[in-house]
């Protein structure tokens, strides 16, 4: 027990040894000068929130293990692709479920933390167990392992959502989630290709566990070492909406806009946990972007499902070129999602949100207007779209959710969240298989189009409806 309180105490002399205030990250001497310290702020100004950066850069780095589960099945366990196939759907099936259920008891419990370390470790060996499970139980010990490994994955990243916007709105740095999240992208970037490497120089696939447990065990130190305020709803944030749910239409807590109080949201006293969830839930601006985003990322998920089959078989384009059209989409994911600040702040995340349904519309209509005719180097100016859509919508997307929610329910709203993106995700792999049997990949890319084209009418049409302040810039 000695141990662990001066691990955990060495742990955070070490990082607030670090200043995180607005716009540093240097080791600062409290006799220095204030010009000294304003260089060093300027200096090393994209450093600050450095917790919150390491969560993204390593849990990113961990789940590019899981990027090489499909080669491990058919390599080691022989298993037929169908038998893959269902094996992979389990987790966005599975997080309908998990992901609002780990954020309703954290939010219920103010256990945040708790429940975060505990689904991580649970995690981390239900990984391990994959070789064991599959060697001595075939596919159905695969499949219960991959329902457990889901069961508690949905707790970790909404929760990691919700620390990261508790600790920006606390600073009035909500636009700058973007900047944290971009770590992420950086650190799948960069891992993705050293476990390949890894795995190619060992000649071993079981590099990929020893990798997932190892970053993840770094995700702990950095959670175990974060204050316990970090994970606190702010008490003046909760005052204030305890009994008067504001409907905000706006784009940043940075910006001044008209806030819209209905008369029905004026209660005597603040609701029970599960009324104030049912009162969330049922917002029609919510359900409405809840809609538009489930169709959207629906079309994004059967693109990008289909994209490599479709380069390969029909365009019978070679692997260089399929990770180069990654790697590009990742480079401008990272881009916009340093600046992304800017255009958050500028304007409404609805208008970011229709936007980027326009973009991933746009996405899967150049590939069906080119056919089986295109130029497979095409891909990569048409996959500068995805980078540039998630780069928008992942900040605009948060920003919405969390206007509707309370602070004692932030963490349950993005556990919705996320559960709308794992059904988003479930479909699109289901209706662009089923498209792509039937029609061929030219048709699946059309049909994917206009369901994101009727989504992005609808939206505008509800948003006008509500009688909502928006303007289009």
Known sequence: MNYLIKTKTALKTFFNSISFSRGAYSLIDPNQSQKEGLRY?????????????????????????????????????????????ILLSVSPFVGLISSPFWSIIADRHDAHRKIMISCITCVVFVYWSIPFTGKYFGFGGLFINLVIYSLFDGGVSPLL??????????????????????FGTISYGIFVATIGFLIDRFNSLYVMFFAFGFFMGLLILVLYSTPDRDFKIDHHDELITDNIDLDQIGSTSNETLTQIVDSDDMVAAPPSFMKAILKLITKPRLLLFLFVLLSTR???????????????????????????????????????????KHILEFTFPEVIIIGGGILTTLRASLYAFFGTSMNPWLSLPIELLQGLEFGLVKPASLEIVLQQSPPKLRGTALGILAATENLSTALGQIVGGILYGHFGSVKMFL???????????????????????????
């Open 41 to 85: 702020s300027q200096s090393f100004l994209a450093f600050r929130h450095i917790r919150l950066k390491l969560c993204y850069f390593f849990i990113l780095a961990a789940y590019c293990s899981c990027t090489y589960l499909s080669l491990f099945f058919s390599t080691v366990f022989q298993l037929p692709k169908p038998l893959i196939g």
């Open 298 to 340: 629906t079309v994004k998920s059967s693109t990008s499902t289909f994209l490599y089959v479709f380069l390969s078989e029909d365009l019978k384009a070679d692997a260089a070129l399929m990770g180069l059209s990654t790697f590009v989409g990742v480079t401008l994911e990272i881009l916009v999602f340093y600046y992304g």
């Open 447 to 473: 049909y994917s189009a206009w369901i994101g084209i009727l989504a992005i009418i609808i939206y505008i049409v509800g948003l006008s409806m509500q009688k909502k302040r928006f303007y289009l810039y």
């Open 161 to 182: 959502d919700n620390l990261t916007m508790n600790v920006l709105y606390r600073k009035g740095d909500s636009a700058e989630f973007g900047r944290q999240r971009l």
